[in-house]
């Protein structure tokens, strides 16, 4: 014992030298739970960083198709969340945490995380595949933005970006797009014309959404035939809120979406089970009979993002009657319905046009765009003033956007 | 009974054996020995537990059952021989001690409420004596409170309403539950307002609210559990940065120091106590009933088989259509059960000439009011303290603890019980035996289904340490300790495999998570300190302080999950038709050194000065040391020769002043500008492949810093009235600077999380008041009464440019933190409907209480009968109500919604808004627009104020007289406590005590959250 008690003054000085002396390194600890940014190489890493991009928008792209689903009247609110509520009464406040965590902040992340690639100084800017798919997707990320939204912004470089009106953020779109082409075109590789096309069905929409019918025409017509490109989704149990397919997660775990009574009708385009043919019950009661969609059946379903078809609607859309018709009765005819009998004036023909679009197109993100666009062609919107179809809540608003929630006006100095 | 008995006669007939013969006494040669017995100068008994110390040296001992101590090794010479005993008067004598010999020192102490000679251990360097603290040190005298309340289970029970200043809330009445702990208010916004925990001088892993939390459905468990009451002497708690300052950059929101139970050195005596605990336990609340009209919307063919003399709905078969029926799940399936605990403890304490031991062994089981809620906890402790000689003691301790949850989903959670039943509704009842809703929310989800879903969380903690007090010198003292907090959670979530489809989607084939969670936390603490007397007469005193702490903290949380069991048996991860996996792993060290001088004058003035340097590894690349200064002063005022002519009226006056700073550290990784690994999945050639990518995560801040609080507090202890009232107050104000504060981001930039920043200030201000009278003190009979009370001030100062964010609970400057805001109410007109509001949020009610009191009184006849109670209030906060408002808004279950009789149209309007169809419910003040009921609050953020008959307690010592027929049987209790008794209150849901997120700041929400219950346990406790 007098051995320990002559060695403690020794362990302690030797204790409170040895902290004193290591004090550097042992403060120095490891943390293996995020990526350090000084680990990256922005150009070697660069396509890493572009396929992200693109991931991130087919995260964002499941979420918009649902709201706006239903915002335009394709689906019901099947759950409680009042916030979710809001988009199926058309009365979306800015404070909306639905809004900002579920649309805004995944379509603003899709954006900047293209635009960061754009930013970097990469070798053979002019051809570099990580270039244009970034570009493809920033231009993407503009033009939804700009269809659902009723303004945006889009940052620039480090900071928070400037209040876009909508034609500014089509602008915004058309430029992007116009990158991916150039840049893909000149890659010349598969995935450089895949990109490329992919952005000539973009940017068609993009000028027609801002009025630019010429434009729009000619890029439809630039789209190659039969030209379909969707997004693969993956069934990963760990990841299914980013890789997996968000309408079919929200039907099987959630209970969230319903078929709108207008759409449950015998199309083929329109895939639905309705009570009965499932097992699956909403998760508010008091949505009614659930009828589920069938058209993503499961997780891995893909969800179409630019093709030849929505290419020819852009084009017939952009010329006449006949046009039109013709388009309407090659999609009837394609989907076991007689010929269009109906009147033949310019708007009831762009209005069935509208229809049969929104049946092609189903579950696909277009509606609000064509309402925003076309407001007296788009039909099955839920109607102002009328009420909810759920008891207790007010009735249905008249809203034709989201707001910018408030999270981004209230933190962005350039957007007041 | 007859195990623990058998154990504790092994265990006392080793342990005073074996011990010395690791021990010589040959050590012990040339010095001398005192003892002798304490007792009650007033009724001659003998005291217990006082602590027996020779000043100058490192001897302490305590006394034992029969009052009788023993110090040995004494060194020859002059010694003073010092007594302190909670609730009793100072002691001392100075003896001259005679090597070889052995002296008798007897003595009787005086009770008294003078606090002026007790020791504190906490906030200070090294043991000092109240009369030199400049900022208050708060006790609690656990070991008193355990013995006598049977309902005080665990360290929050300690702590709840019985200091002024430290709120504690549950988080649900579910057994096993977290509790939040609040010292002082709140001044952290982004990151954890929990105090520093520490047993025996080593950090103790307490952090809820964070990702390490063990927690499932919607509820957490408390890793304060894993502490047995029963193992503790004594809590101190530090309120603030004024007395925290030595505990660095971590301390700002207070450190409650756990004090373990010493074994008896130098007693020569074992004594042992068994307890035998039974308690029942109650919900006393009945949950509200779902209503529904017997109508579906907008089909009438639906509506018609639903009222059809053969419909499959109980409630609506031929009712008339549109008529208000009702159900209620949890009642008509019994949802709720009587609880039961039951508590066996078993304590061994004694000591030779040279050491002492503690033991201890306990087995709590305690079930809750709704099926699968159990708590169980096996604790194991042992202490052991060595006293070599008059220069050294060693004590060591190990605590071993085995604790396991099992919860019920419950709170924001589709699964729960509470969810099922009170969001359900009564058009989905069917009793055709086919497989439905059946009046609760969600699926097929009822009593069965809820029960079988299997929700544990055991832990596995060993607490260590060895500390080790060297003085060299009567001048000079060592203080060394190193210990290990290492903490294994294992926590399961499995649904079981169904046909029902009782869950959602995919879940329904089962599914089973599998966490591991493992925290490995070492502390190594020193600190050495120089005392000289100087002067005429040794007036003068200085004491110095020089010390360093190192703690580390590993945490390693991993976790499996399997989903698609072909049998529920069968149903390992690894059994699993999909699997998949995860990890994270957070690394934190800090270094600190410290330094206090004080300097003190005729032992009644004293001034200290203090200051610590810390350094963390969540610091940024760019930062400094942080440096935290403290000065404070006291003064026994009723000790100065002018104030003699006041001693009658007063007996001791203290005035005491301290400023210190402490800070709140960073969490590990908040400096660095990260990425986020992130799949993307790409399709060549037909095939989709996933790989790795990355994507924005956070900016990062290379400057970040701790917080800093910055305290100061004055106040005054004083006793009246012949000592027998003891008032202490208090005045703090407490300003947070550099706060750590996720500054929100435009969400365009990208980032998926908002970088930490310090910026910001917050302030605390206001008063604390213990007032502890004894009443009456006779022989016969005694009555004593504590109230204690505190005021609250929280405000946020300033947001640094931050514009105020929050939709529910704001940040707005020159508001409380976390306030409720709403789009206020401006004008209902009754006639047109029209219900106008404010255009922006505004604050509408408190997040933190302004005021906490509670009174407490105790009342002893013939010295054998002790009945107690106690009653605490919380006032000026606000609750939200959400479940209400879920059930009247959303889901529209309430009949206080269908039923239009049950409110008046003004109250109608105020909850809804406009009725009218078209028109929006509620419409901005200013700009006209229309706004929801989601922003116009009013209704639903209810007053939380309320009064709680918190316990009642009733004990029996059974007289000598009466034990003579059981052997060895030295005394007996029996006890009978109660708690929450009743609750008076105008907050309109089950229980305003409640934060359904209690591991989370600034969210006092009860959305579907079980209420506190109602507990009566029965105490036996035997001492041999």
């Given amino acids: 014992m007098t051995t320990i008690r002559r060695a403690l003054p020794r362990i302690v000085g030797a204790a409170l030298l040895a902290s004193a002396f290591a004090c550097s390194d042992f403060l120095e600890v490891d943390n293996p739970n995020v990526i350090d940014a000084s680990t990256l190489d922005p150009s070697q890493d660069a396509a890493t960083f572009a396929l992200s991009a693109q991931q991130n928008f087919a995260a964002a792209y499941g979420w918009m198709i649902m709201y706006s689903s239903w915002f335009s009247g394709e689906a ?182 319903s078929i709108a009574p207008a759409y449950r009708v015998t199309d083929p385009r329109v895939k639905y089970k309705a009570p009965g043919q499932h097992t699956l019950t909403p998760q508010d009661a008091s949505t009614g009979p659930f009828f589920i969609q069938d058209k993503y059946p499961s997780f891995t379903a893909a969800i179409r993002v630019a093709s030849k078809l929505e290419a020819d609607y852009i084009k017939a859309e952009t010329q006449g009657v006949p046009e039109q018709t013709a388009l309407i009765n090659a999609r009837r005819a394609a989907n076991g319905l007689s010929a269009y009998s109906g009147p033949t004036d310019a708007n009831s023909v762009l209005t069935e046009l509208l229809n049969q679009k929104a049946l092609d197109f189903y579950l696909e993100g277009r509606r609000l765009g064509d309402f925003r666009r076309l407001p007296n062609n788009v039909t099955n919107m839920p109607i102002p003033g009328a009420p909810y179809f759920k008891p207790g809540f007010s009735a249905i608003s008249n809203g034709t956007c989201y707001p910018v929630p408030i999270n981004e006006t209230d933190n962005n100095p350039n957007f007041r | 009974m007859h195990l623990s008995v058998r154990m504790a006669g092994a265990v006392r007939r080793f342990v005073p054996g074996a011990l010395p013969v690791f021990f010589a006494s040959s050590l012990f040669a040339q010095t001398g020995t005192v003892s002798g017995k304490i007792v009650d100068r007033a009724s001659s008994q003998p005291i217990a537990d006082a602590r027996v110390f020779v000043t100058g040296t490192a001897l302490e001992v305590s006394s034992n059952a029969q009052g009788d101590y023993r110090l040995v090794n004494v060194r020859p010479g002059r010694a003073q021989i010092v007594v302190l005993r909670l609730g009793y008067r100072a002691a001392q004598d100075t003896v001259t001690i005679v090597a070889g010999q052995t002296l008798t020192k007897d003595f009787q102490l005086s009770q008294s409420l003078t606090t002026l000679a007790d020791v504190v251990i906490t906030g200070t360097a090294g043991n000092q004596e109240r009369r030199a603290q400049a900022a208050q040190v708060a006790s609690v005298p656990s070991a008193e409170l355990v013995s006598t309340i049977p309902t005080v289970k665990d360290v929050n029970s300690l702590l709840q309403s019985r200091i002024p200043g430290i709120a504690v809330s549950a988080s649900s009445g579910s057994a096993g539950t977290n509790r939040q702990i609040r010292i002082r208010g709140a001044a952290s916004i982004n990151l954890s307002n929990e105090p520093l925990i520490f047993v025996d001088g080593v950090k103790f892993f307490s952090t809820t609210g964070n990702a390490m939390t063990p927690g499932v459905g919607g509820q957490t468990t408390d890793l304060l559990n894993s502490l047995n009451p029963d193992e503790i002497e004594s809590i101190e708690v530090v309120k603030g940065p004024a007395a925290a300052t030595l505990y660095g950059a971590d301390a700002s929101a207070g450190v409650i120091q756990i004090i373990t139970k010493k074994g008896r050195a130098g007693s020569s005596s074992f004594n042992q106590t068994l307890q035998v605990d039974y308690g029942v336990s109650d919900q006393q609340w009945t949950p509200p009933s779902n209503y529904a009209r017997c109508i579906i919307p907008n089909n009438a063919a639906a509506t018609a088989a639903l009222v059809a003399p053969n419909s499959t709905n109980p409630l609506c078969r031929n009712q008339t259509v549109g008529t208000l029926v009702s159900d209620n799940p949890l009642v008509r399936e019994g949802a709720f059960q009587k609880g039961s605990e039951t508590n066996f403890a078993w304590t061994g304490r004694g000591g030779g000439q040279s050491y002492g031991y503690f033991l201890s062994l306990n087995n709590q089981r305690t079930l809750g009011n709704l099926p699968n809620n159990e708590f169980q906890r096996q604790a194991y402790r042992s202490n052991f303290n060595f006293l070599p000689d008059s220069r050294l003691t060693i004590d060591a301790g190990l605590g071993l603890t085995k604790d396991n949850t099992q919860l019920p989903d419950n709170d924001n959670n589709v699964y729960g019980f509470l969810g099922g039943g009170l969001l359900g509704t009564p058009l989905s009842r069917r009793d055709d035996g086919v497989l439905s809703n059946d009046g609760w929310f969600g699926f097929a989800r009822q009593v069965k289904a809820i029960t079988a879903l299997h929700n544990e969380v055991q832990n596995y903690r060993t607490l260590a340490n060895v500390t080790a007090n060297y003085v060299p010198k009567a001048w000079f003292t060592n203080r060394f300790t190193v210990g290990a907090d290492l903490l294994r959670n294992e926590i399961t979530r499995f649904f079981p495999r169904n046909a029902e489809g009782s869950y959602q989607g995919a879940v329904n084939t089962g599914n089973n998570t599998q966490t591991r969670i493992g925290v490995d936390q070492f502390t190594l603490d020193y600190l050495g300190n120089l005392r000289r ?440 209790t029996i006890s009978l406590g109660m708690q929450n008794l009743a609750i008076w209150t105008d907050y309109e849901g089950a229980d305003p005590e409640l934060l359904s997120s209690a591991g989370v700041d600034f969210t006092r929400t009860d959305f579907l959250t079980q209420p506190n219950p109602r507990r009566a346990v029965l105490r036996v406790n035997f001492n041999f």
Wanted: glycine share 8%.
């Fill in chain 2, 533 to 972: 007397e100087f002067g005429r007469d040794a007036q003068w005193e200085t004491n110095l302080s020089l010390g360093a702490q190192l703690t580390s903290n590993r945490n390693d949380n991993t976790f499996a999950n399997g989903q698609g069991f072909a049998t529920n048996a069968n149903n390992s991860v690894t059994s699993a038709a999909t699997r998949t996996g995860g990890q994270t792993r957070t690394f934190q060290r800090s270094i600190g050194y410290l330094g206090q001088l004080q300097l003190g004058h005729l032992n009644r003035r004293f001034v200290q000065l203090g200051l610590r340097v810390d350094k963390n590894s969540s610091f940024g690349e760019n930062s400094e040391a942080f440096f935290l200064p403290k000065i404070g002063g006291s003064w026994v005022v009723s000790e100065e020769p002018f104030f003699a002519g006041l001693s009658n009226l007063i007996g001791s006056l203290r005035l005491r002043a301290a400023w210190g700073q402490t800070g709140r550290s960073p969490n590990p990784g908040a400096s660095l500008q990260t990425f986020q690994a992130s799949p993307y999945a790409i399709t060549q050639g037909g095939a989709t492949s996933v790989g790795a990518g990355a994507i924005p995560l956070n900016p990062g801040n290379d400057s970040l810093k701790p917080e800093r609080g910055t305290e100061y507090e004055v106040g005054f202890d004083a006793t009246f009235w012949n000592e027998r009232m003891n008032l202490e107050v208090t005045y703090f104000n407490k300003t947070s600077t550099d706060v750590l504060l996720q500054r929100p981001l435009a969400p365009s930039l990208g980032f998926q999380q908002n970088p930490f920043v310090n910026i910001g200030e917050v302030s605390n201000t206001g008063f604390e008041v213990a007032l502890i009278s004894q009443l009456i003190r006779g022989p016969k009979f005694a009555w004593d009464a504590r109230v204690g009370f505190n005021t609250l001030d929280n405000k946020l100062v300033d947001l640094g440019g931050v514009a105020p964010f929050g939709t529910l609970n704001r940040f707005t400057p020159g508001e409380q933190l976390g306030v409720f805001v709403s789009k206020r109410i401006r004008n209902i007109n009754e006639a047109t409907g029209v219900v106008t509001v404010a255009d922006t949020l505004e604050a509408y009610r408190n997040y933190l209480p302004t005021f906490e009191g509670n009174l407490s009184s105790n009342v002893t006849l013939f010295r054998n009968v002790r009945i107690s109670a106690m009653l605490d209030t919380k006032q000026d906060f606000g609750v939200y109500n959400l479940t209400d408002f879920f059930r009247e808004t959303q889901v529209v279950t309430s009949n206080r919604r269908l039923d239009t009789t049950v409110l008046s149209r003004l109250e109608r309007l105020r909850r809804y808004g406009n009725p009218t169809a078209g028109r929006p419910a509620f419409v901005q003040e200013k700009n006209g627009a229309a706004t929801t009921v989601n922003e116009v609050r009013d209704a639903y953020v209810q007053p939380g104020d309320f009064i709680r008959l918190r316990e009642v307690a009733v004990s029996l010592n059974v007289p000598d007289a009466w034990l003579r027929s059981l052997r060895r049987v030295n005394g007996m």
């Fill in chain 1, 76 to 257: 019901l609110v099947a759950e409680t969340f009042p916030t979710r509520n809001e988009f199926g009464r058309r009365e979306v406040l800015a404070q909306n945490t639905s809004l900002n965590g579920d649309v805004w902040v995944n379509i603003t992340l899709a954006l900047a995380s293209s635009r960061t690639v754009l930013q970097l100084d990469l070798p053979n800017k002019a051809s570099n595949i990580a270039v244009a798919r970034a570009a493809v997707w920033a231009g993407y990320s503009a033009l939804h933005m700009a269809m659902d939204f009723c303004e945006g912004t889009i940052a620039q470089a480090t900071e928070p970006g400037p209040r876009l009106t909508t034609v500014q953020l089509l602008d915004s779109a058309v430029a992007y797009l116009s990158t991916a082409i150039t840049v893909g075109t000149a890659n010349g590789t598969a995935d450089g014309i895949l990109i490329a096309n992919i952005a000539r069905a973009g940017r068609a929409r993009a000028h027609l959404q801002a009025g630019r019918k010429a434009e729009a025409a000619t890029d439809a017509d630039a789209v190659p035939a039969n030209f379909t490109f969707s997004f693969n989704y993956v069934d990963d149990l760990a990841q299914r809120n980013r890789l997996g397919n968000r309408l079919w997660q929200f039907t099987l775990d959630r209970g969230s979406i």
